[in-house]
């Protein structure tokens, strides 16, 4: 059974940081690329960054370039997403998706950044 699992979100003061995590289990994390979305109350869900099953190539948002990055661990199944200078319009439920034709979702994990 595939499981993706998110956590380390919370709430955090404007300009505050955060490390997200997304554990997975019951696949070979190694190949599939990963992605962190985001969804905001109203709002459809977007994609944030992304990083292929290496870790070698990532992409980021234009709205987080230089303050977001991500990254993964394949010895470890982990997925991580490094948050800083965060924002109030950062606020949003974060998901992890694994794969591309075939996909994975894990819950999310609420992240509130106050002003």
């Known amino acids: 059974q595939v499981q993706v699992v998110e956590s380390g979100g919370g709430l955090v003061q404007a300009g505050g940081s955060l490390r997200l995590s997304c554990a997975t289990s019951?696949?070979?994390?190694?190949?599939?690329?990963m992605g962190w979305y985001r969804q905001a109350p109203g709002k459809q869900r977007e994609l944030v960054a992304r990083?292929?099953?290496?870790?070698?190539?990532?992409n980021y948002a234009d709205s987080v370039k230089g303050r977001f990055a991500i990254s993964r661990d394949n010895r470890n199944n982990t997925g991580y997403l490094q948050m800083h200078s965060l924002k109030p319009e950062d606020t949003a439920v974060y998901y992890c998706?694994?794969?591309?034709?075939?996909?994975?979702w894990g819950q999310g994990t609420q992240v509130t950044v106050s002003s």
């Open positions: 998706r694994l794969g591309i034709l075939t996909t994975y």
């Open positions: 019951g696949i070979i994390f190694s190949n599939y690329p």
């Open positions: 990083i292929d099953n290496s870790g070698d190539t990532t």
